[in-house]
T-cell receptor, first 116, second 111 residues
Framework: KAGVTQTPRYLIKTRGQQVTLSCSPI?????VSWYQQTPGQGLQFLFE???????NKGNFPGRFSGRQFSNSRSEMNVSTLELGDSALYLC???????????????FGPGTRLTVL | GQNIDQPTEMTATEGAIVQINCTYQ??????LFWYQQHAGEAPTFLSY????GLEEKGRFSSFLSRSKGYSYLLLKELQMKDSASYLCAALAGGATNKLIFGTGTLLAVQP
């Protein structure tokens, strides 16, 4: 069974640009959660999608958005990039949504975004 | 406010038992997660507790007390490979759920 995949693995952008990251969950998983990890702030929750609907959302500005497709693949978009957006962006998939009979959650390897 | 507290660092000896504590204060509570993260790697899900009590999974156990806002992760028969950061996260309720992470506990297992 293939694991969670994220593309691209590394990305370099400049301030003001926008970026789209992709996450393909484990086959059969319908929940995809996104996280940002930085040395200063640690791991922070961005949002969760389940069956194409955003169920949960962290405390990030509207520049951070996402969506989920009918095949459960998810994309995350960051517009008007700022230097502080440089981070490792992780996604995780699970069969059940967060807080509802969650059994296990699997993380992808992450996308390392550098904003110059 | 919403807050998760866990020790920054801990040291333990190979073969021993270690308990990593986590206290939380959230507006609404829908469960407590524990993750393991080795340096340079993605986190690995360890456990999810929503009811009070102890849940055991092999060498790892996780305990939750909702009334005390307290959880711990218990690691038995420590191995060198258990050296990692352990993250506690609370699923806070409200109009939408938010997963709030602690800063992580860096565990060093020594021979």
């Amino acid at each position: 069974k293939a694991g969670v995949t994220q593309t691209p693995r590394y990305l370099i952008k400049t301030r003001g640009q926008q970026v789209t990251l992709s996450c393909s969950p484990i086959s059969g998983h319908r929940s995809v959660s996104w996280y940002q990890q930085t040395p200063g702030q640690g791991l922070q929750f961005l949002f969760e999608y389940f069956s194409e609907t955003q169920r949960n959302k962290g405390n990030f500005p509207g520049r951070f958005s996402g969506r989920q497709f009918s095949n459960s693949r998810s994309e995350m978009n960051v517009s008007t990039l700022e230097l502080g957006d440089s981070a490792l962006y992780l996604c995780a998939s699970s069969w059940a949504p967060l807080g509802q009979g969650l059994d296990e959650q699997f993380f992808g390897p992450g996308t390392r975004l550098t904003v110059l | 406010g919403q807050n998760i507290d866990q020790p920054t660092e801990m040291t333990a000896t190979e073969g021993a038992i270690v308990q990593i504590n986590c206290t939380y204060q959230t507006s609404g509570f829908n469960g407590l997660f524990w993750y393991q993260q080795h340096a340079g790697e993605a986190p690995t899900f360890l456990s999810y507790n929503v009811l009070d009590g102890l849940e055991e999974k092999g060498r790892f156990s996780s305990f939750l007390s909702r009334s005390k806002g307290y959880s711990y992760l218990l690691l038995k028969e420590l191995q060198m490979k258990d050296s990692a950061s352990y993250l506690c996260a609370a699923l806070a309720g409200g109009a939408t759920n938010k997963l709030i992470f602690g800063t992580g506990t860096l565990l060093a297992v020594q021979p």
